[in-house]
């Protein structure tokens, strides 16, 4: 499949394995697990992490620091893959828009 545009969608799942290797399927399912827990729990993240940046992997907060750096750190620390981690920086008053 190298080389060509593939839809993921029409891909069965051992098709999505070998365009995207190994276990794509399962990384998938664990971001998504994380996207799920941030958006169900953004209010006690902003009271428990207010203007830090947390790291949640498979469902939960794994690691917070001051900064994007500093998590990242901590995730190769914890042998976590930071490709495969939903980084986000939390803030009470919500997301910033500088124009």
């Given at each position: 499949m190298a080389g060509r545009k593939v839809a993921l969608e029409k891909l069965s799942k051992q098709g999505m394995r070998e365009h995207?290797?190994?276990?794509?399927?399962?990384?998938?399912r664990r971001f998504g697990k994380s996207a799920e827990f941030v958006g169900s729990n953004a209010r006690?993240?902003?009271?428990?992490?207010?203007?830090?940046?947390?790291?949640?992997?498979?469902?939960?907060?794994?690691?917070?620091g001051d900064t994007l750096e500093d998590?990242?750190?901590?995730?190769?620390?914890?042998?976590?893959d930071p490709n495969e981690t939903l980084v986000e920086f939390v803030d009470k008053d919500g997301p910033r828009i500088i124009l």
């Open positions: 995207l290797g190994g276990d794509a399927i399962g990384r998938f006690k993240l902003a009271a428990q992490y207010n203007r830090a940046w947390v790291g949640v992997h498979n469902g939960a907060v794994v690691v917070h998590v990242i750190a901590q995730l190769r620390a914890k042998k976590i």
